[in-house]
């Protein structure tokens, strides 16, 4: 049996996805969490065999999640389920210690084929993908590192600085210099510009 520990902070999609793994024979949900701290403080992660893990996690992003549990020893597999392209951030997750990302826009047969891999030892990569794939020319926002991806598409629904801060569990300082950083990658120089930059190239709705 293949136990599964779900780390996301939209409760729609933990359900959705403990529903889908409850409907397995081989697998079952031993534990759920909404926000990184609690993954790496829970009790029970000696238990789980394989960390179903959003990289958007407020309080401590999923990237540090990953960080911590690798240089933990932790042998706890981590399959990392993102709404960002897998050549955004795969090649980056996979060597922090992931053994697979996926889109969330993949179908839940993929899912279900990852954590089947992954818990059987593999470093699951979807066929014909190139992790190590460069960005595509004219996109400066996939040169974004996770953290500024998270204030990026924070920023792109409206959020204030300040309202970003509380969510992420950052100060203020913080993220006003990860504004600037996205700003000189996206040669914008307003937030203004940010908004108009993303609605350009589709990366938000």
């Given at each position: 049996?293949?136990?599964i520990f779900i780390?996301?902070?939209h409760p729609i999609v933990r359900q959705g996805l403990r529903e889908l793994i409850s409907r397995q024979p081989d697998?079952?949900?031993v534990g759920e969490a909404e926000d990184g701290h609690a993954v790496v403080n829970a009790e029970s992660r000696s238990t789980w065999d394989v960390l179903l893990l959003d990289l958007s996690l407020p309080r401590l992003s999923g990237v540090e999640v990953v960080r911590r549990l690798h240089a933990e020893g932790a042998t706890t597999r981590i399959v990392v389920l993102s709404m960002y392209p897998e050549d955004q951030y795969a090649g980056k997750l996979l060597?922090?210690?992931?053994a697979a990302y996926l889109s969330k826009s993949?179908?839940?047969?993929?899912v279900l084929r990852a954590l089947r891999a992954v818990a059987?030892?593999?470093v699951y990569a979807r066929p014909g993908r190139d992790r190590s794939e460069p960005p595509a020319a004219?996109?400066?926002h996939k040169t974004l590192s996770p953290r500024e991806n998270q204030v990026f598409m924070r920023i792109t629904q409206g959020r204030t600085v300040t309202e970003i801060a509380a969510e992420l569990d950052l100060s203020v300082s913080t993220v006003s210099t990860h504004v600037t950083n996205i700003k000189n990658k996206l040669?914008?120089?307003?937030i203004g510009d940010i908004i108009n930059y993303a609605h350009r190239v589709g990366a938000v709705e």
């Open positions: 049996m293949i136990r780390a996301d902070d697998m079952q949900v060597e922090e210690g992931a993949l179908p839940p047969q993929e059987a030892g593999e004219g996109e400066p040669k914008a120089r307003s």
